[in-house]
Protein backbone atom coordinates (compact mmCIF):
# COMPACT_ATOMS: atom_id res chain seq x y z
CA UNK A 1 0.00 0.00 0.00
CA UNK A 2 2.86 2.38 0.27
CA UNK A 3 2.46 3.47 -3.60
CA UNK A 4 -1.07 4.40 -2.33
CA UNK A 5 -0.58 5.81 0.59
CA UNK A 6 2.07 8.19 -1.41
CA UNK A 7 -1.06 9.01 -4.16
CA UNK A 8 -3.23 9.77 -0.71
CA UNK A 9 -1.39 12.25 0.39
CA UNK A 10 -0.73 14.07 -2.92
CA UNK A 11 -4.82 13.77 -3.24
CA UNK A 12 -5.27 15.51 0.33
CA UNK A 13 -2.61 18.07 -0.42
CA UNK A 14 -4.82 18.71 -4.04
CA UNK A 15 -7.74 18.68 -2.18
CA UNK A 16 -6.76 20.88 0.88
CA UNK A 17 -5.45 23.51 -1.77
CA UNK A 18 -8.41 23.87 -4.02
CA UNK A 19 -10.68 24.31 -1.23
CA UNK A 20 -8.94 26.70 0.18
CA UNK A 21 -8.72 28.49 -3.29
CA UNK A 22 -12.05 28.47 -3.68
CA UNK A 23 -15.00 30.86 -3.02
CA UNK A 24 -17.63 27.58 -3.15
CA UNK A 25 -17.41 26.63 0.00
CA UNK A 26 -21.06 25.39 -0.38
CA UNK A 27 -20.46 23.27 -2.70
CA UNK A 28 -20.91 19.82 -1.25
CA UNK A 29 -20.10 17.28 -4.10
CA UNK A 30 -17.50 17.30 -7.79
CA UNK A 31 -19.56 17.23 -10.61
CA UNK A 32 -19.83 13.52 -12.00
CA UNK A 33 -16.78 13.65 -14.39
CA UNK A 34 -15.69 9.86 -16.04
CA UNK A 35 -12.73 11.65 -17.66
CA UNK A 36 -11.12 12.26 -14.19
CA UNK A 37 -7.80 10.96 -13.59
CA UNK A 38 -6.26 10.75 -9.85
CA UNK A 39 -3.02 8.31 -10.87
CA UNK A 40 -4.49 6.25 -7.56
CA UNK A 41 -3.81 2.63 -8.62
CA UNK A 42 -5.42 0.00 -5.86
CA UNK A 43 -3.81 -2.54 -7.31
CA UNK A 44 -6.94 -4.61 -7.67
CA UNK A 45 -8.04 -4.25 -4.66
CA UNK A 46 -11.50 -6.08 -3.82
CA UNK A 47 -13.78 -3.33 -2.19
CA UNK A 48 -17.04 -5.43 -1.02
CA UNK A 49 -20.71 -3.63 -0.05
CA UNK A 50 -22.76 -5.99 2.29
CA UNK A 51 -26.04 -5.25 1.87
CA UNK A 52 -29.40 -5.90 3.84
CA UNK A 53 -32.79 -6.56 0.90
CA UNK A 54 -34.73 -3.36 1.16
CA UNK A 55 -38.84 -3.28 0.57
CA UNK A 56 -39.83 -6.65 -1.35
CA UNK A 57 -37.09 -8.32 -1.01
CA UNK A 58 -35.65 -6.43 -3.98
CA UNK A 59 -31.34 -5.74 -3.67
CA UNK A 60 -31.31 -2.38 -4.79
CA UNK A 61 -27.63 -2.19 -4.41
CA UNK A 62 -26.78 -4.58 -7.00
CA UNK A 63 -29.70 -3.99 -9.58
CA UNK A 64 -30.58 -5.80 -12.56
CA UNK A 65 -29.46 -4.10 -15.57
CA UNK A 66 -32.03 -2.66 -17.37
CA UNK A 67 -34.82 -2.78 -15.12
CA UNK A 68 -34.06 0.91 -13.26
CA UNK A 69 -32.59 3.86 -14.57
CA UNK A 70 -31.40 4.66 -11.15
CA UNK A 71 -29.59 1.29 -11.09
CA UNK A 72 -28.16 1.25 -14.19
CA UNK A 73 -26.27 4.45 -13.59
CA UNK A 74 -25.26 3.00 -10.00
CA UNK A 75 -23.72 -0.16 -12.25
CA UNK A 76 -22.21 2.29 -14.40
CA UNK A 77 -20.79 3.92 -11.07
CA UNK A 78 -19.19 0.55 -9.76
CA UNK A 79 -17.74 0.30 -13.25
CA UNK A 80 -16.26 3.78 -13.70
CA UNK A 81 -14.90 3.49 -9.74
CA UNK A 82 -13.50 0.00 -10.57
CA UNK A 83 -11.76 1.86 -13.93
CA UNK A 84 -10.07 4.94 -12.18
CA UNK A 85 -8.75 3.11 -8.93
CA UNK A 86 -8.19 -0.61 -10.07
CA UNK A 87 -10.15 -1.97 -7.60
CA UNK A 88 -13.00 -4.90 -8.32
CA UNK A 89 -16.37 -3.46 -6.66
CA UNK A 90 -18.32 -6.39 -5.44
CA UNK A 91 -21.54 -6.16 -3.73
CA UNK A 92 -22.81 -8.97 -1.86
CA UNK A 93 -26.72 -9.83 -0.60
CA UNK A 94 -27.68 -9.93 2.90
CA UNK A 95 -25.75 -8.61 5.61
CA UNK A 96 -25.39 -11.23 8.29
CA UNK A 97 -23.60 -9.75 11.30
CA UNK A 98 -22.82 -12.80 13.07
CA UNK A 99 -20.80 -13.78 9.92
CA UNK A 100 -19.43 -10.82 10.09
CA UNK A 101 -18.22 -10.96 13.88
CA UNK A 102 -17.12 -14.84 13.42
CA UNK A 103 -15.29 -13.82 9.96
CA UNK A 104 -13.76 -10.81 12.43
CA UNK A 105 -12.31 -13.03 14.97
CA UNK A 106 -10.48 -15.51 12.70
CA UNK A 107 -9.05 -11.97 11.55
CA UNK A 108 -10.71 -12.15 7.75
CA UNK A 109 -12.46 -9.21 6.41
CA UNK A 110 -16.18 -10.01 5.56
CA UNK A 111 -16.62 -6.29 3.74
CA UNK A 112 -15.50 -3.03 3.60
CA UNK A 113 -19.20 -1.50 4.25
CA UNK A 114 -22.12 -2.56 5.56
CA UNK A 115 -25.94 -2.07 5.10
CA UNK A 116 -27.45 -2.73 8.61
CA UNK A 117 -30.13 -2.00 11.27
CA UNK A 118 -29.20 0.94 13.58
CA UNK A 119 -30.73 -1.41 16.34
CA UNK A 120 -28.55 -4.51 15.33
CA UNK A 121 -25.75 -3.12 15.29
CA UNK A 122 -25.43 -1.00 18.91
CA UNK A 123 -28.03 -3.40 20.85
CA UNK A 124 -24.82 -6.11 20.49
CA UNK A 125 -22.46 -3.65 21.31
CA UNK A 126 -20.92 -3.92 17.76
CA UNK A 127 -19.70 0.18 18.08
CA UNK A 128 -19.17 0.21 21.40
CA UNK A 129 -16.69 -2.92 21.83
CA UNK A 130 -14.59 -1.59 18.67
CA UNK A 131 -16.11 -3.86 15.34
CA UNK A 132 -16.29 -0.83 13.39
CA UNK A 133 -14.36 2.42 12.67
CA UNK A 134 -14.93 5.91 12.68
CA UNK A 135 -16.10 7.65 9.58
CA UNK A 136 -14.74 10.64 11.43
CA UNK A 137 -11.17 8.99 11.91
CA UNK A 138 -10.76 8.93 8.13
CA UNK A 139 -9.84 11.31 5.29
CA UNK A 140 -12.69 12.40 4.12
CA UNK A 141 -14.81 15.63 4.30
CA UNK A 142 -17.72 13.30 6.20
CA UNK A 143 -19.62 17.22 6.86
CA UNK A 144 -20.12 18.33 3.13
CA UNK A 145 -23.48 16.53 3.01
CA UNK A 146 -21.96 13.89 0.55
CA UNK A 147 -22.52 11.26 3.21
CA UNK A 148 -25.56 12.27 4.62
CA UNK A 149 -27.79 15.05 6.18
CA UNK A 150 -27.51 15.94 10.01
CA UNK A 151 -29.67 13.42 11.50
CA UNK A 152 -28.24 10.53 8.85
CA UNK A 153 -24.54 11.43 10.74
CA UNK A 154 -26.17 11.44 14.30
CA UNK A 155 -27.49 7.92 13.60
CA UNK A 156 -23.50 6.74 14.18
CA UNK A 157 -22.67 9.35 17.15
CA UNK A 158 -21.26 7.71 19.54
CA UNK A 159 -19.40 9.86 22.17
CA UNK A 160 -17.40 12.34 19.66
CA UNK A 161 -17.24 9.44 17.13
CA UNK A 162 -19.45 9.57 13.77
CA UNK A 163 -19.98 5.74 12.61
CA UNK A 164 -22.69 5.59 10.15
CA UNK A 165 -23.09 7.39 6.76
CA UNK A 166 -25.82 7.09 3.82
CA UNK A 167 -25.35 7.48 0.08
CA UNK A 168 -27.10 10.79 0.08
CA UNK A 169 -26.60 11.34 -3.91
CA UNK A 170 -27.91 8.21 -4.65
CA UNK A 171 -31.39 8.70 -3.27
CA UNK A 172 -31.67 4.49 -2.39
CA UNK A 173 -31.82 2.60 -0.46
CA UNK A 174 -34.02 4.11 1.27
CA UNK A 175 -32.62 4.45 5.22
CA UNK A 176 -36.03 3.94 6.23
CA UNK A 177 -37.07 6.78 8.12
CA UNK A 178 -39.90 7.47 9.83
CA UNK A 179 -42.76 7.86 9.89
CA UNK A 180 -44.23 9.18 6.82
CA UNK A 181 -47.37 10.40 5.86
CA UNK A 182 -49.61 10.06 2.73
CA UNK A 183 -53.11 11.25 1.52
CA UNK A 184 -55.63 9.76 -0.89
CA UNK A 185 -56.87 12.78 -2.69
CA UNK A 186 -59.42 11.21 -4.15
CA UNK A 187 -61.08 10.07 -0.59
CA UNK A 188 -60.07 13.81 0.39
CA UNK A 189 -62.39 15.04 -2.94
CA UNK A 190 -64.92 12.54 -1.84
CA UNK A 191 -65.67 14.00 1.40
CA UNK A 192 -65.44 17.78 0.51
CA UNK A 193 -62.17 18.12 3.04
CA UNK A 194 -59.73 20.71 1.96
CA UNK A 195 -56.54 19.90 0.49
CA UNK A 196 -53.36 19.33 3.29
CA UNK A 197 -51.05 21.42 1.12
CA UNK A 198 -53.21 24.51 1.42
CA UNK A 199 -53.98 24.03 4.90
CA UNK A 200 -50.18 23.74 5.37
CA UNK A 201 -49.71 26.57 3.54
CA UNK A 202 -51.99 28.57 5.52
CA UNK A 203 -50.61 27.65 8.83
CA UNK A 204 -53.86 25.82 9.62
CA UNK A 205 -52.43 22.32 9.38
CA UNK A 206 -53.21 21.78 12.68
CA UNK A 207 -54.47 18.69 15.39
CA UNK A 208 -57.95 20.74 15.29
CA UNK A 209 -58.19 20.58 11.91
CA UNK A 210 -57.01 16.45 10.98
CA UNK A 211 -59.56 15.89 14.01
CA UNK A 212 -63.06 17.66 12.45
CA UNK A 213 -60.99 16.25 9.08
CA UNK A 214 -61.70 12.28 11.10
CA UNK A 215 -65.28 13.16 11.90
CA UNK A 216 -65.88 14.40 8.31
CA UNK A 217 -64.96 11.19 6.91
CA UNK A 218 -65.89 8.67 8.98
CA UNK A 219 -68.45 6.59 6.94
CA UNK A 220 -69.41 3.07 8.87
CA UNK A 221 -73.13 3.72 6.89
CA UNK A 222 -72.34 -0.05 4.58
CA UNK A 223 -73.48 -3.14 6.53
CA UNK A 224 -70.35 -4.35 5.56
CA UNK A 225 -67.51 -3.26 7.87
CA UNK A 226 -64.75 -3.82 5.31
CA UNK A 227 -66.18 -0.98 3.31
CA UNK A 228 -65.94 1.53 6.11
CA UNK A 229 -64.44 4.71 5.58
CA UNK A 230 -61.78 6.34 8.07
CA UNK A 231 -59.49 8.93 7.60
CA UNK A 232 -56.56 6.92 9.24
CA UNK A 233 -56.05 3.83 11.00
CA UNK A 234 -53.59 2.74 14.08
CA UNK A 235 -51.72 -0.50 13.60
CA UNK A 236 -49.88 -2.96 15.40
CA UNK A 237 -46.41 -0.57 14.89
CA UNK A 238 -46.62 3.10 16.54
CA UNK A 239 -46.57 5.18 13.40
CA UNK A 240 -49.43 7.12 13.81
CA UNK A 241 -48.61 7.40 17.96
CA UNK A 242 -44.33 8.72 17.33
CA UNK A 243 -46.04 10.90 14.10
CA UNK A 244 -48.30 12.35 17.35
CA UNK A 245 -45.42 12.93 19.44
CA UNK A 246 -42.77 14.42 16.75
CA UNK A 247 -45.25 17.11 15.56
CA UNK A 248 -45.78 18.34 19.31
CA UNK A 249 -42.50 18.71 20.04
CA UNK A 250 -42.15 15.64 21.80
CA UNK A 251 -39.03 12.81 22.07
CA UNK A 252 -38.24 9.64 23.05
CA UNK A 253 -35.05 10.34 24.25
CA UNK A 254 -32.96 13.95 24.86
CA UNK A 255 -28.84 13.85 24.95
CA UNK A 256 -28.36 16.33 27.14
CA UNK A 257 -25.59 19.30 27.35
CA UNK A 258 -23.05 16.62 28.50
CA UNK A 259 -23.60 13.99 25.87
CA UNK A 260 -25.69 11.53 28.26
CA UNK A 261 -28.78 10.31 27.08
CA UNK A 262 -32.41 10.68 29.08
CA UNK A 263 -35.35 9.36 28.41
CA UNK A 264 -37.65 11.74 27.71
CA UNK A 265 -41.32 9.48 27.51
CA UNK A 266 -42.90 11.31 30.78
CA UNK A 267 -43.14 14.53 29.33
CA UNK A 268 -46.24 16.66 28.82
CA UNK A 269 -45.64 16.49 24.98
CA UNK A 270 -45.64 13.40 24.52
CA UNK A 271 -48.27 12.87 27.00
CA UNK A 272 -50.46 14.71 25.37
CA UNK A 273 -49.90 13.40 21.77
CA UNK A 274 -50.74 9.90 23.15
CA UNK A 275 -53.86 10.99 24.64
CA UNK A 276 -54.73 12.86 21.52
CA UNK A 277 -54.79 9.44 19.31
CA UNK A 278 -56.37 7.73 22.13
CA UNK A 279 -59.19 10.11 22.32
CA UNK A 280 -60.27 9.78 18.71
CA UNK A 281 -59.73 6.12 19.14
CA UNK A 282 -62.37 6.56 21.73
CA UNK A 283 -64.93 8.05 20.18
CA UNK A 284 -64.03 5.59 17.01
CA UNK A 285 -62.91 8.19 14.92
CA UNK A 286 -59.98 6.16 14.08
CA UNK A 287 -59.82 2.21 13.92
CA UNK A 288 -57.04 -0.73 14.14
CA UNK A 289 -55.83 -1.32 10.95
CA UNK A 290 -54.13 -4.62 12.01
CA UNK A 291 -50.35 -5.25 9.66
CA UNK A 292 -48.30 -2.44 9.63
CA UNK A 293 -48.57 -2.77 6.34
CA UNK A 294 -52.14 -3.06 5.32
CA UNK A 295 -52.34 -0.40 2.76
CA UNK A 296 -55.28 -2.32 1.46
CA UNK A 297 -58.05 0.47 2.42
CA UNK A 298 -55.96 3.61 1.17
CA UNK A 299 -55.37 1.89 -1.95
CA UNK A 300 -59.02 1.01 -2.31
CA UNK A 301 -60.21 4.86 -1.06
CA UNK A 302 -61.44 3.42 1.89
CA UNK A 303 -58.17 5.20 3.98
CA UNK A 304 -57.38 9.11 3.23
CA UNK A 305 -54.07 8.68 5.42
CA UNK A 306 -51.54 6.36 5.54
CA UNK A 307 -48.31 6.21 7.67
CA UNK A 308 -45.23 3.75 7.80
CA UNK A 309 -41.58 3.80 6.88
CA UNK A 310 -40.46 6.74 4.01
CA UNK A 311 -39.31 3.35 1.58
CA UNK A 312 -43.25 2.75 1.55
CA UNK A 313 -43.99 5.69 -1.20
CA UNK A 314 -40.88 5.32 -3.21
CA UNK A 315 -40.88 3.34 -6.11
CA UNK A 316 -37.20 1.90 -6.26
CA UNK A 317 -38.14 0.35 -3.02
CA UNK A 318 -40.30 -2.54 -3.77
CA UNK A 319 -43.12 -3.82 -5.13
CA UNK A 320 -45.45 -3.93 -2.12
CA UNK A 321 -45.35 -0.10 -1.73
CA UNK A 322 -47.71 2.52 -2.94
CA UNK A 323 -46.26 3.66 -6.47
CA UNK A 324 -47.18 -0.29 -7.41
CA UNK A 325 -50.53 -0.61 -5.58
CA UNK A 326 -52.01 2.45 -6.11
CA UNK A 327 -54.10 2.76 -9.55
CA UNK A 328 -54.48 6.85 -9.08
CA UNK A 329 -52.17 9.08 -7.48
CA UNK A 330 -50.89 9.80 -3.67
CA UNK A 331 -49.51 12.79 -2.25
CA UNK A 332 -46.83 12.90 0.59
CA UNK A 333 -47.44 15.30 4.02
CA UNK A 334 -46.41 15.26 7.31
CA UNK A 335 -48.54 14.73 10.54
CA UNK A 336 -50.27 18.37 11.28
CA UNK A 337 -49.26 20.79 13.92
CA UNK A 338 -49.40 19.43 17.42
CA UNK A 339 -50.19 22.16 20.47
CA UNK A 340 -47.30 22.34 21.82
CA UNK A 341 -45.65 22.02 18.46
CA UNK A 342 -43.71 24.06 16.33
CA UNK A 343 -45.41 24.77 13.06
CA UNK A 344 -42.41 26.43 11.38
CA UNK A 345 -40.37 23.05 12.31
CA UNK A 346 -40.53 20.29 9.82
CA UNK A 347 -38.09 17.57 11.77
CA UNK A 348 -41.12 15.12 12.40
CA UNK A 349 -39.16 11.93 11.15
CA UNK A 350 -36.60 10.30 12.62
CA UNK A 351 -33.88 7.89 12.08
CA UNK A 352 -34.93 5.14 14.28
CA UNK A 353 -35.22 1.84 14.99
CA UNK A 354 -35.04 0.02 11.89
CA UNK A 355 -32.90 2.20 9.76
CA UNK A 356 -30.49 1.03 7.66
CA UNK A 357 -27.59 2.83 7.21
CA UNK A 358 -23.76 2.41 5.75
CA UNK A 359 -21.18 1.20 8.62
CA UNK A 360 -17.11 0.41 7.95
CA UNK A 361 -15.85 -2.83 9.79
CA UNK A 362 -12.67 -2.10 11.71
CA UNK A 363 -10.84 -4.38 10.07
CA UNK A 364 -11.39 -2.74 6.23
CA UNK A 365 -8.87 -0.23 5.42
CA UNK A 366 -9.15 3.59 6.07
CA UNK A 367 -6.89 4.43 3.42
CA UNK A 368 -9.32 2.65 0.99
CA UNK A 369 -12.14 4.05 2.52
CA UNK A 370 -10.52 7.53 1.87
CA UNK A 371 -9.85 7.48 -1.76
CA UNK A 372 -12.71 5.55 -2.97
CA UNK A 373 -15.89 6.94 -0.74
CA UNK A 374 -15.52 10.90 -2.06
CA UNK A 375 -15.54 9.40 -5.89
CA UNK A 376 -18.04 6.40 -5.48
CA UNK A 377 -20.97 8.37 -3.36
CA UNK A 378 -21.18 11.59 -5.24
CA UNK A 379 -23.76 12.26 -7.82
CA UNK A 380 -25.04 8.87 -10.15
CA UNK A 381 -23.16 9.75 -13.76
CA UNK A 382 -24.97 12.29 -16.24
CA UNK A 383 -26.08 13.60 -12.60
CA UNK A 384 -24.80 17.10 -10.78
CA UNK A 385 -25.30 18.37 -7.07
CA UNK A 386 -27.89 20.49 -8.82
CA UNK A 387 -29.38 17.62 -10.77
CA UNK A 388 -29.22 14.27 -9.37
CA UNK A 389 -33.23 14.70 -7.82
CA UNK A 390 -34.79 14.64 -11.17
CA UNK A 391 -35.31 11.10 -12.29
CA UNK A 392 -35.80 10.54 -8.29
CA UNK A 393 -38.74 13.25 -8.93
CA UNK A 394 -40.62 12.28 -12.04
CA UNK A 395 -40.32 8.45 -11.14
CA UNK A 396 -41.88 8.58 -7.40
CA UNK A 397 -44.21 11.98 -7.02
CA UNK A 398 -46.91 13.15 -8.61
CA UNK A 399 -46.53 16.60 -7.78
CA UNK A 400 -43.97 19.11 -7.02
CA UNK A 401 -45.63 19.76 -4.22
CA UNK A 402 -45.26 16.54 -2.82
CA UNK A 403 -41.68 15.69 -3.73
CA UNK A 404 -41.17 19.15 -1.40
CA UNK A 405 -42.44 17.52 1.38
CA UNK A 406 -40.48 14.13 0.77
CA UNK A 407 -36.97 16.55 0.45
CA UNK A 408 -38.01 18.05 4.11
CA UNK A 409 -38.85 15.12 5.67
CA UNK A 410 -36.25 13.35 4.36
CA UNK A 411 -33.22 16.40 5.19
CA UNK A 412 -34.80 17.41 8.75
CA UNK A 413 -35.16 13.67 9.79
CA UNK A 414 -33.31 13.04 13.41
CA UNK A 415 -32.14 10.82 15.18
CA UNK A 416 -34.27 9.49 18.41
CA UNK A 417 -32.02 7.27 19.96
CA UNK A 418 -34.82 4.39 20.63
CA UNK A 419 -32.44 1.88 19.57
CA UNK A 420 -31.17 2.10 23.20
CA UNK A 421 -34.26 1.64 24.85
CA UNK A 422 -36.15 -2.10 24.63
CA UNK A 423 -38.08 -1.35 21.47
CA UNK A 424 -41.05 -3.74 21.33
CA UNK A 425 -41.79 -2.63 25.34
CA UNK A 426 -41.94 0.93 24.00
CA UNK A 427 -44.48 -0.16 21.25
CA UNK A 428 -46.73 -2.18 23.30
CA UNK A 429 -47.00 1.11 26.05
CA UNK A 430 -47.59 3.23 22.98
CA UNK A 431 -50.36 0.99 21.95
CA UNK A 432 -52.00 0.82 25.54
CA UNK A 433 -52.35 3.89 26.53
CA UNK A 434 -53.93 5.27 22.46
CA UNK A 435 -55.91 1.75 23.16
CA UNK A 436 -57.37 3.01 26.67
CA UNK A 437 -55.44 -0.17 28.85
CA UNK A 438 -53.63 2.62 30.87
CA UNK A 439 -53.09 6.23 30.93
CA UNK A 440 -49.91 7.52 29.70
CA UNK A 441 -48.42 8.75 32.73
CA UNK A 442 -49.05 5.67 34.88
CA UNK A 443 -47.57 3.76 31.42
CA UNK A 444 -44.30 5.84 31.67
CA UNK A 445 -43.81 5.76 35.27
CA UNK A 446 -43.92 1.88 35.30
CA UNK A 447 -40.71 2.09 32.76
CA UNK A 448 -39.15 4.96 33.65
CA UNK A 449 -36.42 3.18 35.98
CA UNK A 450 -35.81 0.04 33.60
CA UNK A 451 -35.88 2.42 30.27
CA UNK A 452 -33.15 4.97 31.74
CA UNK A 453 -30.98 1.91 32.68
CA UNK A 454 -31.31 0.63 29.54
CA UNK A 455 -29.86 3.94 28.33
CA UNK A 456 -27.05 3.91 30.54
CA UNK A 457 -25.82 0.46 29.63
CA UNK A 458 -25.92 0.95 26.17
CA UNK A 459 -24.96 4.35 25.43
CA UNK A 460 -23.95 6.31 29.08
CA UNK A 461 -21.38 3.97 31.07
CA UNK A 462 -19.45 3.58 27.35
CA UNK A 463 -18.62 7.37 27.46
CA UNK A 464 -16.67 7.06 30.73
CA UNK A 465 -14.43 4.72 29.46
Known amino acids: MKKMKIFAVIMTLFIVFTACSSEAAEE ?4 YNPEASSDIDLLGYEYIIAAA ?15 DVRGDKLLQRYKDTENEYNVKIKVQDGCDLGTFVMQ ?6 YADLMVAKIADVFN ?6 GYFMPFSDMDIDLFSGLYGTPGALEAGLFGNEYYSIIAYYW ?3 SPYTMPAMWFNPRVISTYQQPHPHELNETGEWTWDTFETMCESILDTSDPDENNHVY ?9 LETAAVYSNGGRIVTKESDGRLT ?19 ERDLITDGGDRQNITPFVENRQAFFLEFTHMGLSSEGTGNLSYQMKEAYEWIYFPTGPRGDVNSNSRTSFSYHSRIFYAPSNSDGEVHSILLPYLLQPLPGETKETWQDDFERNNFYSKESFEYFNMIRDEAFYDYSVFIPFSDMQSIFMNVTRGTKSASEAFASVEGSFQDSLDRKYNDYLNK
Request: glycine residues 10%.
Open 28 to 31: IAPE
Open 53 to 67: THGGGEFQLSPEPGT
Open 104 to 109: YAAGMK
Open 124 to 129: SNYVQN
Open 171 to 173: GFP
Open 231 to 239: AVRYTNEPY
Open 263 to 281: LALNSPEVIEALEFIHSLA
